[in-house]
Protein backbone atom coordinates (compact mmCIF):
# COMPACT_ATOMS: atom_id res chain seq x y z
CA UNK A 1 0.00 0.00 0.00
CA UNK A 2 3.30 2.68 0.11
CA UNK A 3 2.51 3.45 -3.84
CA UNK A 4 -1.04 4.44 -2.96
CA UNK A 5 -0.06 6.17 0.32
CA UNK A 6 2.60 8.18 -0.92
CA UNK A 7 0.91 10.71 -3.63
CA UNK A 8 -1.68 11.13 -1.00
CA UNK A 9 0.33 12.25 1.53
CA UNK A 10 2.19 14.47 -0.49
CA UNK A 11 -0.87 16.30 -2.05
CA UNK A 12 -1.96 16.60 1.47
CA UNK A 13 1.19 18.39 2.37
CA UNK A 14 0.50 20.61 -0.65
CA UNK A 15 -3.12 21.05 0.42
CA UNK A 16 -1.51 22.20 3.83
CA UNK A 17 1.13 24.64 2.38
CA UNK A 18 -1.32 25.49 0.17
CA UNK A 19 -3.92 26.60 2.45
CA UNK A 20 -1.41 28.54 4.51
CA UNK A 21 -0.75 30.98 2.06
CA UNK A 22 -4.23 31.42 0.95
CA UNK A 23 -5.12 31.80 3.98
CA UNK A 24 -2.34 34.40 4.80
CA UNK A 25 -3.47 36.47 1.55
CA UNK A 26 -7.26 35.92 2.74
CA UNK A 27 -6.71 37.32 5.55
CA UNK A 28 -4.91 40.32 4.48
CA UNK A 29 -7.51 41.40 1.59
CA UNK A 30 -10.32 40.95 4.73
CA UNK A 31 -8.74 43.22 6.72
CA UNK A 32 -8.22 45.64 3.69
CA UNK A 33 -12.32 45.39 2.94
CA UNK A 34 -13.26 46.30 6.57
CA UNK A 35 -10.61 49.49 6.03
CA UNK A 36 -9.52 49.56 9.89
CA UNK A 37 -6.18 48.99 9.40
CA UNK A 38 -3.56 50.93 8.21
CA UNK A 39 -2.79 49.47 4.48
CA UNK A 40 0.82 48.81 5.54
CA UNK A 41 -0.11 46.58 8.11
CA UNK A 42 -2.16 44.43 5.56
CA UNK A 43 1.31 44.63 3.35
CA UNK A 44 3.11 42.90 6.38
CA UNK A 45 0.61 40.30 7.03
CA UNK A 46 1.28 39.22 3.70
CA UNK A 47 5.12 40.07 4.08
CA UNK A 48 5.52 37.90 7.45
CA UNK A 49 2.69 35.21 7.27
CA UNK A 50 3.82 34.09 3.60
CA UNK A 51 7.46 33.87 4.04
CA UNK A 52 6.94 31.07 7.01
CA UNK A 53 5.40 28.75 3.89
CA UNK A 54 9.70 27.50 3.68
CA UNK A 55 8.79 25.25 7.12
CA UNK A 56 6.36 23.21 5.91
CA UNK A 57 8.43 22.57 2.30
CA UNK A 58 11.39 22.13 4.83
CA UNK A 59 9.14 19.78 7.11
CA UNK A 60 7.31 18.20 4.52
CA UNK A 61 10.69 17.62 2.07
CA UNK A 62 8.75 19.02 -0.56
CA UNK A 63 11.05 18.45 -3.95
CA UNK A 64 12.81 21.96 -5.51
CA UNK A 65 10.57 22.07 -8.50
CA UNK A 66 7.81 23.00 -6.30
CA UNK A 67 9.80 25.97 -4.42
CA UNK A 68 10.62 27.18 -8.07
CA UNK A 69 7.62 26.64 -9.49
CA UNK A 70 5.50 28.91 -6.58
CA UNK A 71 8.38 31.12 -7.06
CA UNK A 72 7.54 31.90 -10.87
CA UNK A 73 4.00 31.42 -10.02
CA UNK A 74 3.87 34.92 -7.65
CA UNK A 75 6.56 36.39 -9.66
CA UNK A 76 4.36 36.96 -12.55
CA UNK A 77 1.16 37.79 -10.03
CA UNK A 78 2.89 40.26 -7.83
CA UNK A 79 4.22 42.20 -11.19
CA UNK A 80 0.51 41.65 -12.38
CA UNK A 81 -0.41 43.36 -9.18
CA UNK A 82 1.41 46.46 -9.84
CA UNK A 83 -0.81 47.25 -12.88
CA UNK A 84 -4.22 45.45 -11.83
CA UNK A 85 -6.10 44.85 -8.89
CA UNK A 86 -5.36 41.02 -8.45
CA UNK A 87 -4.08 41.57 -4.86
CA UNK A 88 -4.63 45.02 -3.42
CA UNK A 89 -3.28 43.96 -0.12
CA UNK A 90 0.05 43.78 -1.02
CA UNK A 91 0.30 47.06 -3.08
CA UNK A 92 -2.50 49.36 -1.75
CA UNK A 93 0.82 51.72 0.23
CA UNK A 94 1.10 53.93 -2.33
CA UNK A 95 5.06 52.96 -2.73
CA UNK A 96 6.58 52.70 -5.64
CA UNK A 97 8.74 49.63 -5.04
CA UNK A 98 8.87 46.06 -6.67
CA UNK A 99 9.20 44.83 -2.98
CA UNK A 100 6.97 42.49 -3.46
CA UNK A 101 8.15 41.15 -6.94
CA UNK A 102 11.91 40.54 -5.18
CA UNK A 103 9.97 38.94 -2.09
CA UNK A 104 9.30 35.98 -4.50
CA UNK A 105 12.23 35.84 -6.76
CA UNK A 106 14.28 35.56 -3.61
CA UNK A 107 12.21 32.70 -2.48
CA UNK A 108 12.93 30.82 -5.76
CA UNK A 109 16.79 31.45 -5.72
CA UNK A 110 17.61 30.35 -2.49
CA UNK A 111 15.31 27.35 -2.74
CA UNK A 112 17.12 26.68 -5.70
CA UNK A 113 20.55 27.05 -4.32
CA UNK A 114 20.20 25.01 -1.02
CA UNK A 115 17.41 22.83 -1.93
CA UNK A 116 19.78 20.45 -4.29
CA UNK A 117 22.39 20.88 -1.75
CA UNK A 118 20.16 18.96 1.38
CA UNK A 119 20.89 22.20 2.82
CA UNK A 120 17.31 23.64 3.20
CA UNK A 121 18.17 25.30 6.91
CA UNK A 122 20.40 28.35 4.90
CA UNK A 123 17.12 28.76 2.68
CA UNK A 124 14.75 29.17 5.84
CA UNK A 125 17.34 31.57 7.30
CA UNK A 126 17.44 33.91 4.26
CA UNK A 127 13.72 33.74 4.45
CA UNK A 128 12.81 33.86 7.69
CA UNK A 129 15.22 36.93 8.14
CA UNK A 130 13.47 38.87 5.33
CA UNK A 131 9.95 37.66 6.12
CA UNK A 132 10.28 38.76 9.94
CA UNK A 133 13.06 40.35 11.03
CA UNK A 134 12.67 42.67 7.72
CA UNK A 135 8.84 43.08 8.21
CA UNK A 136 8.81 43.51 11.91
CA UNK A 137 11.68 46.47 11.76
CA UNK A 138 9.34 48.30 9.59
CA UNK A 139 6.58 48.06 12.22
CA UNK A 140 8.10 48.62 14.93
CA UNK A 141 10.46 51.26 13.22
CA UNK A 142 6.79 53.12 12.36
CA UNK A 143 5.17 53.11 15.76
CA UNK A 144 7.70 53.06 17.69
CA UNK A 145 11.10 54.97 15.90
CA UNK A 146 11.84 57.91 17.50
CA UNK A 147 15.31 58.06 16.97
CA UNK A 148 16.14 58.66 13.24
CA UNK A 149 19.05 58.68 10.95
CA UNK A 150 18.98 59.05 7.55
CA UNK A 151 21.19 57.12 4.92
CA UNK A 152 21.05 57.79 1.16
CA UNK A 153 18.15 59.91 1.75
CA UNK A 154 16.06 56.99 3.44
CA UNK A 155 14.43 57.52 6.93
CA UNK A 156 15.49 54.98 9.48
CA UNK A 157 14.92 54.56 13.16
CA UNK A 158 17.37 52.53 15.72
CA UNK A 159 14.53 50.80 17.38
CA UNK A 160 13.68 49.56 14.01
CA UNK A 161 16.96 49.04 13.39
CA UNK A 162 18.02 46.92 16.22
CA UNK A 163 14.80 45.26 15.89
CA UNK A 164 16.04 43.76 13.01
CA UNK A 165 19.32 42.83 14.19
CA UNK A 166 17.67 41.09 17.34
CA UNK A 167 14.86 39.25 15.67
CA UNK A 168 17.80 38.01 12.62
CA UNK A 169 20.16 36.94 15.74
CA UNK A 170 17.57 34.56 17.12
CA UNK A 171 16.16 33.47 13.75
CA UNK A 172 19.97 32.28 12.82
CA UNK A 173 20.54 30.83 15.95
CA UNK A 174 17.60 29.07 16.59
CA UNK A 175 17.98 27.17 13.61
CA UNK A 176 21.06 26.76 13.99
CA UNK A 177 20.61 25.25 17.30
CA UNK A 178 18.55 22.58 15.86
CA UNK A 179 20.16 21.63 13.31
CA UNK A 180 23.95 21.43 14.12
CA UNK A 181 23.71 21.70 18.14
CA UNK A 182 25.31 24.77 20.39
CA UNK A 183 29.09 26.08 19.92
CA UNK A 184 30.92 28.86 19.25
CA UNK A 185 30.49 29.40 15.95
CA UNK A 186 26.64 29.19 16.10
CA UNK A 187 26.43 32.41 18.40
CA UNK A 188 29.05 34.04 16.10
CA UNK A 189 27.48 33.65 12.96
CA UNK A 190 23.96 34.50 14.41
CA UNK A 191 25.73 37.99 15.31
CA UNK A 192 27.40 38.14 12.17
CA UNK A 193 24.58 37.64 9.88
CA UNK A 194 21.91 39.83 12.21
CA UNK A 195 24.22 42.58 12.02
CA UNK A 196 24.67 41.94 8.00
CA UNK A 197 21.40 41.74 7.66
CA UNK A 198 20.43 44.72 9.36
CA UNK A 199 23.40 46.66 6.87
CA UNK A 200 22.00 45.39 4.15
CA UNK A 201 18.39 46.47 5.43
CA UNK A 202 19.20 50.20 6.11
CA UNK A 203 20.49 50.59 2.62
CA UNK A 204 18.43 49.06 0.38
CA UNK A 205 16.40 51.11 -1.74
CA UNK A 206 12.79 50.45 -4.21
CA UNK A 207 12.13 47.07 -2.20
CA UNK A 208 15.79 45.54 -3.28
CA UNK A 209 15.85 44.51 0.43
CA UNK A 210 13.78 41.75 -0.24
CA UNK A 211 16.50 40.49 -2.47
CA UNK A 212 19.81 41.30 -0.87
CA UNK A 213 18.82 40.62 2.72
CA UNK A 214 17.46 37.22 2.60
CA UNK A 215 20.30 36.29 -0.32
CA UNK A 216 23.04 37.96 1.70
CA UNK A 217 21.93 36.57 5.18
CA UNK A 218 21.62 33.01 3.78
CA UNK A 219 24.96 33.14 1.94
CA UNK A 220 27.10 34.49 4.76
CA UNK A 221 25.82 32.10 7.14
CA UNK A 222 26.19 29.27 4.75
CA UNK A 223 30.10 30.77 4.08
CA UNK A 224 30.75 30.76 8.13
CA UNK A 225 30.03 27.24 8.61
CA UNK A 226 32.26 26.09 5.92
CA UNK A 227 34.71 27.86 6.75
CA UNK A 228 34.63 26.99 10.69
CA UNK A 229 32.80 23.32 11.19
Known amino acids: MDWLFAPTMFYLQLAIAGAWVVGVFGLAEFLKLRGKTDPEINRKVVHIGVGNVVLFAW ?26 PILSSTSGTGRKSLGTFFYAISIG ?47 KSWE ?30 ALMVAVAATALESVSKFGIDNLSVPLGSAALCFLCNELWL
Not at 65 to 75: H, N, R
Not at 122 to 151: E, N, S
Open 160 to 189: GSLTMTAVSGVIVASILLFTQGPSWQTWLC
Open 109 to 155: LLVGWFWPLALPQYAAIGILIMTWGDGLAALVGQRWGQHKYQIWGMN
Open 59 to 84: WFQFPTWIGLAASVFFSIVMLLSYRY
